[in-house]
């Protein structure tokens, strides 16, 4: 671990020398919102905006993803056969990832790098990444990181934590591929721990004070999985839901899609696309049959996965980093930190009914 003071004048600079290792992705402003896209050449990332309304898990697991290919032309040899689609592994580099969405890659690694079953579409554009993260010094006012595991300093799942110190940048690096990527740069002015490291402690303090929204959780695991699936709250809690997928799409942990095979003539490919629990075709039988036929059913199940079934599956917390998307987001202003509150309550709130 080391610390590098990054004059801004030499910041541009540096990414330039970077681009000629590594593929950069920054937010960029379109329209009124920000997005992670590629930079080109003396393009720099915006790195103004609170947080981007989509989350950067595309550059690891795009929304549209081709996985195989094949050929029904009998005069080919190779006929008949499915090829994996031949991609780009380049390094790449996320600057002005924020903690919370950095934080997200290391659940969503739970369903896509086990030791039993491997991903190697997800598990190579991972490896492939380095996330250069952006501490918030002024988080949103719907974050509640703090209390879903995260915050707003937080280094899991970074390479490089910066610190925006108004005319300069500290960088904290934290693995190898941050150190790489440092020298990539040339950002070489290295400053003693003991020089920076109460001004990066007080700016953490001073940003996680700011943050006003919060979430309990330390009763769900404890609730009984059955009693909280037949709660009477989720009728009430699904009644606005218009199924539209939002809050799936914008979520940095949800990992859903779908496969299908896209033919056209003589030859094919496979693809993976994102897909959402909220949508009433995703849990659609062949038989016709829908286990989840209502929204009550697909609204509870979204909760119940990120808020109870993965929490007693993984013993590490919440499926969620608090990032507050799909709060400000929601068309019709379903909150999953009233839906928490709900959830993590009813054990007492059960024991004080049959009282």
């Avoid at 509640?144 to 910066?162: M, Q, S, Y």
């Amino acid at each position: 671990m080391k610390y590098i003071k990054i004059d801004k004048k030499d910041w541009p600079s540096g990414l330039d020398k970077a681009s000629e290792s590594y593929r950069l992705f920054g937010p960029q402003r379109e329209e009124e919102f920000h997005s992670f896209k590629e930079l080109e050449k003396g393009v720099e990332p915006d790195l103004s905006c609170l947080n981007t309304r989509l989350s950067p898990k595309s550059l690891i697991y795009p929304q549209s993803e081709a996985m195989m290919e094949y050929t029904l032309d009998q005069s080919q040899d190779d006929h008949h056969i499915m090829k994996e689609v031949k991609k780009d592994y380049a390094p790449q580099a996320v600057i002005g990832i924020r903690p919370c969405d950095a934080k997200a890659f290391i659940l969503v690694q739970k369903n896509f790098d086990t030791p039993d079953y491997k991903d190697p579409y997800w598990i190579r554009a991972y490896e492939s990444t380095t996330f250069v993260g952006l501490a918030c010094n002024s988080p949103c006012s719907s974050c509640f990181c703090t209390t879903a595991g995260c915050g707003p300093f937080h280094e899991e799942g970074l390479d490089l934590l910066l610190l925006d110190a108004e005319d300069h940048y500290l960088a904290k690096s934290l693995t190898q591929k941050g150190d790489a990527f440092l020298n990539a740069a040339g950002w070489d002015a290295e400053v003693e721990e003991d020089r920076v490291g109460q001004q990066i402690e007080s700016a953490k303090q001073a940003a996680e004070e700011k943050i006003t929204s919060f979430v309990n959780t330390d009763k769900l695991r404890g609730i009984d999985t059955n009693e909280l699936y037949k709660a009477p709250f989720w009728e009430e809690v699904a009644f606005s839901c218009i199924n539209c997928g939002t809050c799936t799409y914008v979520c940095p942990t949800c990992w859903c899609f779908d496969i299908q095979d896209e033919n056209h003539g003589n030859s094919g490919c496979r693809m993976r696309n994102w897909d959402s629990c909220m949508f009433p075709l995703f849990t659609l039988h062949g038989s016709g049959h829908n286990p989840r036929d209502t929204k009550i059913h697909r609204v509870r199940q979204r909760f119940m996965h990120k808020l109870k079934y993965y929490v007693d599956k993984y013993e590490n917390g919440i499926q969620c980093v608090g990032c507050g998307r799909c709060v400000r987001l929601c068309p019709v202003n379903i909150d999953i930190r009233r839906v928490c509150e709900l959830m993590n309550n009813y054990g007492a709130v059960k024991d004080a009914c049959a009282v």
